[in-house]
């Protein structure tokens, strides 16, 4: 794909390339404006800035490897062998070019045509954003032969750009440190990080990406540390995510190409799952809301699967229309282009409105898919024959959500019989309770506030949903209820999957299960149906977990809540130093708690601690769901195995 992508050779890139325009001024007063918001996501924008000019380097053919290291401090280090940003003077602003592309915010190569052919970091502000959110950034220069050094104190620099030694290679490293008054979380995750950059080198076939963790030795002395590299792109981006389903078709169907002189890189295959999993990139930047790309290759593949099923014949017996859902039932694909101005529009700025790129998508995969088609007889039966069992299945799924339907969430009969309502009827003040079991939803319903608080008990573990046909999971009581208890619909006029959330009940959904592994197992299955069937709830930010506590640990007259075996041993050392001089209430599940205890731990907005469901990577989370929740023990013992040290935090 770099080959593509490179930049004209004709054109300098020097200090002349870069454009200034505008200033840093409110960056500092209005953070989330500029990189999301100030928590955990907004943290680690910080390092995307940076690593998107070190992948805009490589996809204008002078990169091919970038590092990140997370230091002792928490602060990061990027290192890239590209050309390294200019250091002449810039002819308007009077200043090294480095200067100007570290402290005006928007200012950078990418905005001149002639330096860059596309870009990933248009949708961003810029690595000055994040040297005004810095208290420190420190940046080295390789160019030329030559070694130059900046430093910034909150955007400010310390001193003008100065050579300070000779180079043999050219590139640009950058530490920075996130500063800790405006960000209210300060620790990076190696976890989210890794996501991205082996998203990256997905995305970028043939970039070299690492990730240390300089923060903890593993046993043998050395750090964490991770490489990324994919030798063939989105065909290995696809086989990731589904790793852990069952193939349909024994191949991946890859697609690289240009169109109209954009650049289309797509991957895609059926598994045996009925659910439609596509993931839309633009530039790099996941359009997690869609636009003309994705409109194209849904229309491209739609039209080529049906000519050719009813050219070889293969629905003449078939009773019922076929829709175009019915084409994607148990589709991975990812959607990978470049645009050199992409026009992001929708409410999180992540769906693509350019529409050239409609018509460039269809175009490839219309020619691709009926090539594979004619040339894969055995498969191309296969993928209709599950087209058509799609159909069926689709049909006596209208049936069963029909009858969800039928029950109008907000007439006075409508709602389920369990369901223990709120008094309040402005769904931003009111929350529903999803609880585990009925003894633990009678206590809630005791301990709660009838004023906003409805509580839905559920029967044991809900339906698997990863498992399950579209009908079954319709067929489901719990899920019936849950459907009916939010008041929300399925199937709009453009999407028939599509949630329609306009009589929404509650703005907040809070899972509640016992603080045990059988809970956890709850609370997971409740989230993966939430992911594949609700997933606009997650998006909106209206998903929650509670997290009661495990102990009630008692000294005299002092008691003390307690989360973890931490905060336990916390207790014990602090009121006596042993555990035969303090009493210990372990609670198995939540119905051991009286309503009193459960309001005040787990339920009482002032003292709780309620954990968002959030989703940082879309097809990472495709990828774990489908593990987790899937047949195949091996990875999911593996993940289990990796992650045990998160678990017994909370165990």
Known sequence: MSEEVKENGNSDYGASSIQVLEGLEAVRKRPAMYIGDIGVKGLHHLVYEVVDNSIDEALAGHCDTINVTINEDNSITVVDNGRGIPVDMHEKEGKSALEVVMTVLHAGGKFDKDSYKVSGGLHGVGVSCVNALSTLLHVEVSRNGKLYMQEYECGIPKFPVKEIGTSTHNGTMVTFLPDSTIFIESVYKFDILANRLRELSYLNAGITLTLTDRRNLNEDGTFKYELFYSNEGL???????????????????????????????????????????????VNNINTIEGGTHLAGFRRGLTRTLKKYAEDTKLLDKLKIEISGDDFREGLTAVISIKVQEPQFEGQTKTKLGNNEVMGSVEMAVSEALGNYLEENPKAARIIVDKVILAATARHAARKAREMVQRKSPLSGGGLPGKLADCADKDPAKCELFLVEGDSAGGTAKQGRSRQFQAILPLRGKILNVEKAMPHKVLESEEIRNIYTALGVSIGTEEDSKALNMAKLRYHKIIIMTDADVDGSHIATLIMTFFFRHMKELIEQGYLYIATPPLY?????????????????????????GNEGSIHTQRYKGLGEMNEIQLWDTTMNPDNRTLRQVTIENAATADHVFSMLMGDDVAPRRQFIEENATYAKIDA
């Open 552 to 576: 009630l640990c008692k000294k005299g007259k002092v008691e003390e809540y307690c989360w973890n075996d931490l905060q336990r041993q916390q207790f014990i050392e602090k009121h006596g």
């Open 235 to 281: 065909k290995e981006f696809v086989e990731y995510i589904d790793e852990a389903r069952e193939k349909l078709i024994d191949s991946v169907i890859h697609i690289i190409t240009e169109k109209n002189g954009t650049p289309v890189e797509i991957a895609m295959t059926y598994n045996t799952s009925y659910n439609e999993n596509i993931h839309s990139y």
